[in-house]
Each structure stands twice: as C-alpha cells, then as structure tokens.
C-alpha cells in the first residue's frame, strides 16, 4: 500500500454511507474493498452494514450487494460463487460480510457447512463485539465483563468471547486471519493474501464501534491499536488450520489490559478483580496461541 | 448441466446511485480543521525559515514551490546551505527518534536547482523607487534583493574591487565554493541590481549625495575594524589581523607567512584563519590560542571539531602579555587565565613563551561609525547586518536585510511598520508527535537524495501531506487535491480521528459548525 498512490478512484467506498461518526467497520468495509476489488461481489448478512450501505436507489460500494437473511450468509455466498462460476464470471472475488452476530450466533451452522464444504469464497467477519445495530444486545463475541442492552449496569456478560479462529482452524480451511482497522497494511496484506488462496477462506477484524463501546469517535484507531498492544486481539494468520504465524511480531512487554477496558465505558462496572479474571484469560490465550505458533515453527 | 444463461437478469435492490447524494457532513457537531504550529526547527532557524513546509514540497518534488517557500525567508539557500551552521537541524525533533534531518543539505539542493533553472521572469515595468545599498555583503544582498522583488532599482555600492562582502573577503574557499556565490551574484544582475563595485561610499561618493539622489538608502558595510589586544608588539611586521589575512587569501594573493603559525583567539575568524593557515603550502604547524575554555569558545562546535580533525593544536586559558621579535621568530609570553564569578583572572606567575613565524590576531571586530565621514540621518536611516548588530553570522545578516527591505517597502506604500517578529510561542515537542501509526514513516537513516532526506520530516506542527488522515478517515472525507491533502466537509462527520492520529500534531478539532 502506498499512500501517494491512494485517491478516490483507487477506494470503492462512497462518502455519505450511514455509519456513525468514528466507524471502524466502515473502515474496515473501506480497506478490504479496496485490497480485493474492483472485481467483487459482496453477499451481505443482516448487520450493521445494512444500514451503512444505504436505502434504495443509493449504495455505498462500487461493487454490486446482495442482502441475505441473518442466518444464511454462508450458504447465499456459496450459491453467488457457484452461479458466478456457470455464468463464466470464476475470477470475480466473492466476499461475504457478516457481523459478529452472523458469523458467531446466528450464521454459525451455514459458515460452518460453507467452511467444511470448503466452498471458494472469502468470509470476513467484522467483530464490534455486540448487536450493535440493534441496539448493543450481548452477542457470543461479547468479551467477559461487557455492559450490554441485555446485561445492563451494573450487570455485565458473564461468559468469555467465543474462540471463532479456534473454529474456522478446526474446519482446515486454506486460510484464516485476524485484523483490525488500526493497521491497514497488515490487513490489506492479509486480504491480498487470501485473495490469491482459492477455498474457504476467512478474515476475522475486530472494529471498534464507538457507541457500543462508549468510546470517543476519535478514538477508533487507539482502542483498535490497543486491543492488539495489550494481547487482547493478536494479529495472526492460520493455514490449513494447522501453521499458525504472528504477523504483527509480539511485543514482549504487553501493554497491561487495564489500559485497554479503562478507555471503554462498556467496561466501567469492571473492579480490579474482575480485571485481573480478564487479565488472566487473555494471558492465558496469549500463551496458548503462542505454543500454536512454536509448534508450527 | 446447468442451464446457460443468456442475459445479465437487471436487479436495483441494493441500490445504483452513490451514497455521496447524502451530505452526511450535516452530521457534524466538531470540525477538524488543519493547523499550524511552530515546529523547533524554525525556532532554531536564524532566518524564521517555513522549514517543514519546504522540505514538504521537495519530498514531493516540487521545487519550484519549495523555492517560493525558500526565499520568503532566505534569498540566498545556495549560499547558507553551506555556510550557516544550521541550529534547525540541532533543534530537529526525529534526533530524538534515529538521526536530525540534514537539513542544510536540502537547502542547499534547493539554492542549487534555483540557480541551475534560474530564468528570468519581466515584472511589471512600475518603477516604485530608487534605492542604494552600501555594502555587498549579505545584508545587502538580501536588502537589495528583495528591494528588487518588490519593484525598486536598487545600486549596490561595494568598497573593494570584488562584490560579496564577508561572502567572498571573510569565507574561506573550502567553506564556500567561488562559483556558487558568481552564479548568485549574476542571477541577482540579471534580475536588475546594479553593482558599483571600487566605489567606497564616504570618500568616492558622500552619503549625503546618495541621500539626494537615490529615494532609500540601506547601510551595511559591516564590521571590518579589529580590535586590538593593546599588548606591545602586536603593530610588529609579521603580526597579521585575521580579516587582511583571510581578505588577502580570498582575492587569491598568498599573504607572507612563516611557519609556524599562532592564532590568538577563539571565535569563528580565528578558526577560518587556522584551517586556511593550515591549507597553505609553507606551513605545517598551526597553534590556536584562546584565553577562556574550550566550552567557552564563540565559534560554532562543528568548526572546532573539524579544525583539531585537521591537525590544528588548540590550547585555551591563555592570554598574550607581549610579542617580541628575535630576527624572523617571534616569542610571545603567555600567561596562565581563566574565568569565574568576577570575570578574566590572569595569573602572572604561571606564564608561557611560544615561539613561531607569524601571529595572526583573530580578536573579533568592531563597527566603525565614522566610516562614511559624516554622521547619517536619523529620518531617513535604514542600516543593517554587522553593521549595526555588531560581528554576527551570515543568516542573521541575511534576516537584517530581509527586515529593512520589507519595512521600507511597507513605508513607501503607506502601510504601518510590519511586524516581522516570529510569534513567541512553544514549539511541537517529540512526546506530542503521534508515531505510532508508523505508515508512511520513512524509518530511512540518512540519505543522500534530497527528496528522500526531506521525506524523512515529522513535520512537528506542519502538514506534510503524510496522508494518515486519508488513510483513517471512514467516511473518505479526506481528499486528495494535487497532492496535497483537504478536507471535504460535505461529508465530514466530525468524528475526529484524523485529528487525534495525526502524526506531526497540525489538525485542530474546532466546536460548532463552520
């Protein structure tokens, strides 16, 4: 990516989409268009993309949007590919684009079928870590000790995030990688990369959303940043769901989690205890993973 | 067997028309706005110089650009590119991530691609006034230069046969290329600056008929006086002033010399008299005597340096009693010296004798007031450079001539003194540049490409069009306008990311809509 490069052209995002102000999953949506258009089809489950791509006769991409219901992102993506390929059109790049809700809850059998069927498209998973379009209610991507609609303060989500990658990994896909907003290179890199790959391929970014988080808008790029300095979201990549491999070289003085939840006020009823319970998972993950990249090593 | 499709079936469900039909700008409750602030190269910089804002436009190539920028402050980038002793790049904040930008270097590639594609452009035929500058050094070149630039016909009156002033009699040769500073000159003639060089002002022309002839008058003639140490033998045959030596030397005649040479003092003269001392064919040895501490020194570090590199031997806490003559050698007592509290205390009894060829006393210099033979005129006085600041540097000489011209020009068109002071306010420090986004950071050592060494720039306060904000807007309200990065406020949110991640700190968020 080089930026004197970039220009209007280049992008296949309009300006003027519904996203609220400081949206890391419009920027996300903006990076991966960008990486792997302008040949693209993109199959859209209920999110909050749905939103941000606008009402009829506008459209916030360059690339045609198929809607599909919430919970059969998977199955719509494989049918699109497929039709693409009898129409003569194999070299379009089918993306299908979910939210966490429709890749951790209510898509999981679908993307599971897809992924086992090894069916040749790219799943990106844009995490905001909750329902958000709807109101911000728990979702299995909700991280332990996260305020919600549906676990109000001073409740809070009780269970741990699901373990996506370790699912997508379990499948033996060609190729499944972790991303966020604040490193774009990376992301893109990761995107050209699945690009390339044909198969079941899945990308899975964490974008801060700032509403539901209750985080400054200018603040996106820092908590993004954050989540990746403190352990909390590494960024890696999985082949054939055995060789995992660090992309972002770890620092071996993680940044203490407690930086990154005191800068959310979804995290506000979180007392020192119940930070060091985090502490201790995201530690523990973080040894765990690391294991995964030696032994593939 | 699938059945073949013949037509494109047409659907309009998601949509045809692009979103930005939406001025999602309306939004906006806080506008990010671009800003400038003072980045601590400039207020190192001797000249006020826009410095970021000129090594962004060579990063980007356009020199032409970088060149208007230049000489708003600096006329003569050629020149101080190799002679100013660059404090901007002391002050550059990236030495405190990897190495200072060489700053000089770029200028002086700027100076370079000015006189290489210099083409003369007619101005308005609008005379505005006459003007006369005394003096050729570099405050009168930059009055005079910039007299031109706005509409006058300037004379330049030199005393000596050869114009440049302390550009060609004070800086020696291996400091400042000849051929730089006569392509200069002839790009200054042929922008219009007539040069009466031999015409010494006060004996050949009185100053009073330059009053009555030309409509402004610029004094600089500098400070060419030595100053005597007042100890016996210094009018001795073989006992030389540094400025006749360095003069003699610059107008190509070989002053007489003996080996081996002392230079008594510590400022930039002496050292310019050591190392050309040094360079001439008959001496060997060269001694560079000052009476304070090293850490005491006036001369710039860098020169010292590079003199002692060269073989010159330095000895400090020394200060000269008497010079005697025994045939061709000269023995000079020396006694021991330092400083505290009260000043120079010298003790007698730890003394010294040197003997040696030639003495050549770098004492520093003195205006001369009685130079023009009459006293000038309170109403009509416009002087700068050593002139009236006492012995300087080139950039502050440059900075004089700079100020007198625009005053002047803001004179004779009625306008109100101009305030040409830098606002006095703190700099970017490193801790607030925002690094961490780290794309487009060139993580480059120095280079040798001045385009590349200029990409090298934090900008510290200055857009320097790195493009973080492009990269991090979601809602692509940073666009791309020839090269140069604005925003767009038809769909600026007001989310203030770019404001918040940009790296050189020169984005403000301001309330309210605009």
Same mark, same amino acid.
């Given at each position: 990516m080089k930026i004197e490069e970039l220009n209007r052209e280049s992008e296949m995002l309009y300006s003027g989409h519904n996203a609220c102000p400081g949206c890391g999953?419009?920027?996300?949506?903006? %990076?991966?268009?960008?990486?792997?258009?302008?040949?693209?089809?993109?199959?859209?489950?209920?999110?909050?993309?749905?939103?941000?791509?606008?009402?009829?006769?506008?459209?916030?991409?360059?690339?045609?949007?198929?809607?599909?219901?919430?919970?059969?992102?998977?199955?719509?993506?494989?049918?699109?590919?497929?039709?693409?390929?009898?129409?003569?059109?194999?070299?379009?790049?089918?993306?299908?684009?979910?939210?966490?809700?429709?890749?951790?809850?209510?898509?999981?059998?679908?993307?599971?079928?897809?992924?086992?069927?090894?069916?040749? %498209?790219?799943?990106?998973?844009?995490?905001?870590e909750a329902?958000?379009?709807?109101?911000?209610?728990?979702?299995?991507?909700?991280?332990?000790?996260?305020?919600?609609?549906?676990?109000?303060?001073?409740?809070?989500?009780?269970?741990?995030?699901?373990?996506?990658?370790?699912?997508?990994?379990?499948?033996?896909?060609? %190729?499944?990688?972790?991303?966020?907003?604040?490193?774009? +290179?990376?992301?893109? +890199?990761?995107?050209?990369k699945a690009k390339k790959i044909s198969g079941f391929r899945f990308i899975h970014i964490l974008s801060p959303c700032p509403p539901g988080w209750g985080t400054e808008s200018a603040d996106t790029i820092q908590i993004s940043r954050l989540a990746v300095n403190t352990g909390f979201f590494p960024l890696y990549e999985i082949r054939d769901g055995v060789s995992w491999e660090m992309t972002l070289k770890p620092d071996r003085s993680r940044i203490p989690l407690k930086e990154y939840l005191g800068a959310q006020r979804r995290f506000k009823q979180m007392d020192d205890r119940r930070i060091e319970i985090l502490q201790e998972e995201v530690d523990h993950d973080w040894e765990c993973l690391m294991e995964k990249v030696n032994t593939a090593d | 067997m699938l059945p073949e499709v013949t037509k494109d079936p047409v659907c309009y469900s998601c949509g045809t028309e692009p979103s930005s039909a939406n001025k999602?700008?309306? @939004?906006?409750?806080?506008? $990010?706005?671009?800003?400038?602030?003072?980045?601590?190269?400039?207020?190192?910089?001797?000249?006020?110089? #826009?410095?970021?804002?000129?090594l962004e436009a060579v990063k980007n190539g356009r020199w032409e650009e970088a060149w208007?920028? =230049?000489?708003?402050?600096?006329?003569? $980038?050629?020149?101080?590119g190799y002679v100013c002793f660059h404090p901007c790049t002391e002050n550059c904040n990236r030495g405190q991530?990897?190495?200072?930008?060489?700053?000089? &270097?770029?200028?002086? &590639?700027?100076? #370079?691609?000015?006189?290489?594609?210099?083409?003369?452009?007619?101005?308005?035929?609008?005379?505005?006034?006459?003007? &006369? !500058?005394?003096?050729s050094g570099p405050a009168g070149l930059s009055c005079a230069y910039y007299l031109n630039q706005g509409g006058y016909e300037v004379t330049v009156f030199e005393r000596e046969k050869v114009i440049g002033g302390m550009f060609a009699l004070g800086i020696p040769e291996y400091r400042l290329p000849r051929k730089v500073l006569k392509k200069e000159l002839s790009v200054l003639e042929e922008e219009g600056i007539r040069f009466v060089s031999g015409c010494h002002v006060g004996q050949d022309v009185s100053l009073s008929g330059l009053y009555e002839d030309y409509d402004t008058v610029f004094l600089a003639p500098g400070a060419w006086k030595p100053r005597k140490?007042?100890?016996?033998?210094?009018?001795?045959?073989?006992? @030389?002033?540094?400025?006749?030596?360095?003069?003699?030397?610059?107008? /190509?005649?070989? $002053?007489?010399?003996?080996?081996?040479?002392?230079?008594? /003092? /510590?400022?930039?003269?002496?050292?310019?008299?050591?190392?050309?001392?040094?360079? =001439?064919?008959?001496?060997?040895?060269?001694?560079? *005597?000052?009476?304070?501490?090293?850490?005491? =020194?006036?001369?710039?570090?860098?020169?010292?340096?590079? &003199?002692?590199?060269?073989? !010159?031997?330095? *000895?400090?806490?020394?200060?000269?009693?008497?010079?005697?003559?025994?045939?061709?050698?000269?023995?000079?007592?020396?006694?021991?010296?330092?400083?505290?509290?009260?000043?120079? !205390? !010298?003790?007698?009894?730890?003394?010294?004798?040197?003997?040696?060829?030639t003495v050549i006393m770098a004492l520093g210099q003195e205006i001369d007031p009685s130079i023009f033979g009459e006293p000038v005129k309170d109403s009509l006085f416009y002087a700068g450079g050593d002139f009236t600041s006492g012995p300087a540097t080139v950039p502050d000489a440059i900075r004089a001539g700079r100020i007198a011209a625009m005053t002047i020009i803001a004179r004779d068109a009625g306008l109100p003194e101009p305030d040409l002071m830098l606002p006095d306010l703190e700099p970017v420090a490193f801790e607030e540049l925002n690094l961490e986004a780290k794309i487009n950071l060139s993580l480059q050592q120095s280079q040798a490409k001045p385009d590349e060494e200029a990409g090298r720039c934090l900008g510290c306060g200055t857009c320097n069009s790195c493009g973080i904000c492009y990269i991090f807007c979601p809602d692509m309200a940073v666009e791309k306008v020839d090269n140069r990065y604005q925003l767009n406020m038809d769909y600026c949110k007001g989310c203030g990311i770019c404001v918040k991640e940009c790296p050189a700190r020169a984005m403000v968020m301001e309330g309210g809509m605009e």
């Open positions: 999953a419009a920027l996300a949506v903006r %990076y991966l268009t960008r990486a792997l258009g302008p040949d693209l089809a993109i199959v859209l489950t209920a999110s909050c993309w749905s939103i941000i791509s606008g009402m009829p006769p506008l459209t916030a991409l360059k690339c045609p949007i198929l809607h599909c219901p919430f919970p059969s992102a998977g199955s719509v993506g494989s049918g699109v590919k497929r039709g693409l390929v009898a129409k003569g059109k194999p070299d379009t790049t089918v993306v299908v684009l979910a939210g966490d809700g429709g890749t951790f809850d209510i898509g999981l059998q679908a993307l599971s079928g897809a992924a086992q069927r090894n069916e040749d %498209y790219i799943f990106v998973c844009y995490d905001n329902y958000m379009n709807t109101g911000m209610q728990t979702s299995s991507a909700t991280p332990f000790g996260a305020r919600t609609a549906t676990a109000p303060y001073p409740l809070f989500k009780a269970g741990q995030k699901k373990d996506i990658m370790q699912i997508m990994a379990a499948h033996s896909i060609p %190729y499944a990688a972790t991303a966020t907003v604040a490193f774009p +290179e990376d992301m893109e +890199e990761k995107l050209k | 999602t700008g309306e @939004w906006r409750f806080l506008t $990010p706005e671009k800003d400038i602030r003072l980045s601590p190269c400039r207020q190192g910089c001797l000249l006020d110089g #826009e410095i970021p804002a000129w208007q920028i =230049m000489s708003r402050y600096n006329p003569f $980038p050629a020149l101080t991530l990897d190495q200072e930008i060489e700053i000089h &270097a770029v200028e002086r &590639a700027i100076g #370079e691609w000015r006189l290489e594609n210099y083409k003369r452009v007619d101005r308005p035929k609008e005379v505005k006034g006459q003007a &006369a !500058v005394v003096g140490a007042g100890i016996p033998g210094e009018e001795s045959g073989g006992v @030389w002033n540094a400025l006749d030596f360095l003069s003699l030397l610059n107008k /190509g005649h070989q $002053p007489e010399i003996a080996d081996p040479v002392v230079v008594i /003092g /510590g400022g930039n003269a002496a050292l310019d008299s050591a190392r050309s001392a040094l360079r =001439m064919s008959n001496v060997n040895h060269v001694k560079l *005597i000052y009476r304070r501490s090293r850490t005491e =020194m006036p001369a710039n570090q860098a020169e010292v340096e590079a &003199a002692e590199h060269e073989g !010159v031997e330095l *000895i400090f806490n020394a200060l000269p009693r008497k010079i005697e003559e025994e045939g061709k050698i000269k023995e000079i007592t020396f006694d021991f010296c330092k400083t505290n509290l009260k000043g120079l !205390v !010298v003790d007698q009894s730890r003394s010294f004798e040197e003997k040696c060829g």
